[in-house]
């Protein structure tokens, strides 16, 4: 007799969510095994190869012998790197001690929730989040609260709405800047709105995500760790997927208090020992020498951000704010739900973003898997015929929806 073998799984599994963007590929690869030509709008993955230099850099590393296991927080090459390259772009005074270099970011901050984070310990997590924000927290036992911002705030929280939410029983902040999947990028003076919030809670930690550093679109980026106020609580996020299109070498680091940078080497000692010794010589090369390809990178993403608000401006009912970073748009699709088409019935952002799969054959991110249901993200990490084949045929799908 059959039986249903998921009643053996842990309740932390199960109450655990599949990543959003991940189930959105398989489907997408899926109808493309089926013969139909899928443009894939919805992977957080840069288009470009992995620069030149840097993959000769891992080849002569690999020469070199750096075959072998590794110290957990990481080479002392890379996180020499890594203590220069933040006081040269951010701003940020570390020693190497304090730098822990892991596999991707993701699991940098699934560390710090482990090392952090009790039952009953809340999390503010900016809205719209990254999709893994909310389980990771979960996970490590804490509770995530959302402090939700909309469009019409660019998507960024403010001063009163953080302060409003902080309680007792608040141990952290997460959000990002330039953000996933919103795009939206805090400046200088709006961080420093929320320092003087922060300041006066001393047991209340900062998680920075700032993977997308090197994909922006303003004047400079700035760090919420460079504020004296709250240096000694910030915990600076970062890696070489997104700036240097490394996604595949999977290496995150982070920045933090010496007492918590020893506490996620801790955990990723239990879990995963130290990243690909090569992997990390090429990253601390990559972090100390021409930026050249990564500037090139950024150009071309901005090239089509400007492209892409202005093909979405010319579909009736998206309504589009202008990110400046990253490489996503977030448009509030909101128009159409409770509208129909034949049998189906738009209710929310997982049907808008099903019926473009089915329909334009157009993979997209529902906004539910980000906290905020009225949009959809959409990944510009593609060449510009594939961006403007996809908006003609959600332009073609959506004008058929009454």
């Known amino acids: ?192 709105e929320l320092v003087k919030v922060i300041d006066k809670y001393d047991d209340l930690f900062i998680v920075s995500d700032e993977i997308y550093e090197h994909i922006n679109f303003t004047e400079a980026h700035a760090s919420i760790g460079s504020f004296e106020e709250v240096k000694d609580q910030t915990i600076t996020v970062n890696g070489m997927s997104k700036g240097f299109a490394m996604t595949g070498w999977r290496l995150g680091y982070m920045a933090a208090p010496q007492f918590i940078a020893d506490a996620c080497a801790k955990v990723q000692g239990q879990f995963t020992s130290g990243a690909t010794s090569f992997g990390q010589m090429a990253a601390a090369y990559a972090l100390l020498s021409d930026m050249k390809p990564s500037q090139e990178m950024k150009e071309t993403y901005l090239r089509r951000k400007k492209l892409m608000i202005e093909l979405l401006s010319d579909i009736h009912g998206i309504k589009t704010n202008d990110p400046m970073g990253a490489f996503y748009i977030f448009p509030d699709v909101s128009f159409y739900f409770g509208k129909s088409v034949g049998d189906i019935t738009i209710k929310n952002s997982d049907d808008f973003a099903e019926y473009l799969l089915e329909t334009a054959h157009v993979a997209v991110v529902a906004g539910s898997a980000f906290g905020d249901d009225n949009c959809i993200r959409i990944s510009y990490a593609s060449s510009d015929e594939q961006l403007i084949e996809a908006c003609k045929r959600i332009k073609i799908a959506l004008g058929n929806i009454e």
């Open 1 to 192: 007799m059959a039986t249903d073998k998921t009643k053996y799984l842990s309740s932390k599994l199960q109450n655990m969510s599949a990543s959003a963007t991940i189930a959105m590929a398989q489907k997408a690869r899926a109808l493309k095994e089926e013969g139909h030509d899928v443009i894939a709008l919805s992977l957080g993955e840069p288009d470009f190869d992995t620069p030149e230099h840097i993959k000769n850099a891992a080849k002569k590393a690999l020469d070199d012998g750096y075959t072998k296991y590794t110290p957990v927080p990481g080479l002392p090459e890379i996180r020499k790197a890594i203590v220069t390259k933040l006081k040269r772009d951010n701003g940020l005074d570390y020693n190497m001690n304090q730098i822990v270099v892991s596999n991707g970011a993701k699991q940098t901050i699934a560390n710090l929730c482990l090392a952090l984070l009790d039952p009953g310990d809340e999390v503010l997590i900016f809205t719209p989040y990254w999709v893994s924000y909310f389980d990771i927290v979960k996970f490590a036992g804490g509770t995530p609260v959302t402090v939700k911002a909309d469009i019409t705030q660019d998507f960024k929280v403010n001063a009163d709405q953080l302060d409003a939410a902080i309680t007792d029983k608040t141990k952290m902040i997460i959000f990002s800047s330039p953000c996933n999947p919103t795009g939206s990028v805090y400046t200088k003076d709006e961080l420093y």
